[in-house]
């Protein structure tokens, strides 16, 4: 199975981006599945997650500013209210497949 990641990108602060989670498999709608975000020699941290059936979790510090959603085939994070601290590459992850993308870059800065 593949996982990809596309939406990151270069922003200035306060600004926003949209990532996306797409898989090759069918029944992506079927799966849990999480966002996590890595800072340069840092492990990964988890963001939010997702439930098949539409519920969402997130770390504290970005729960007010960031939304996990989804459709049929793709997984969303919208990210508004940025700030530099959320600079790191973003990762998609599904718990049943033990699959993680390649990682979209997100970068804030002014």
């Known amino acids: 199975v593949q996982i990809v990641e596309s939406g990151g990108g270069l922003v200035q602060p306060g600004g926003s981006l949209r990532l996306s989670c797409r898989a090759s498999?069918?029944?992506?709608?079927?799966?849990?599945v999480r966002w996590y975000r890595q800072f340069p020699e840092k492990l990964r941290d988890w963001v939010a997650s997702?439930?098949?059936?539409?519920t969402a979790t997130y770390e504290d510090s970005v729960k007010d500013r960031f939304t996990i959603s989804r459709d049929k085939t793709t997984v969303f994070l919208q990210m508004d209210r940025l700030t530099p601290e959320d600079t790191a590459e973003y990762f998609c992850?599904?718990?049943?497949?033990?699959?993680w993308g390649q990682g979209t870059q997100v970068t804030v800065t002014s």
């Open positions: 997702i439930t098949k059936g539409g």
């Open positions: 498999e069918s029944m992506f709608d079927r799966h849990a």
């Open positions: 992850f599904v718990p049943d497949w033990g699959a």
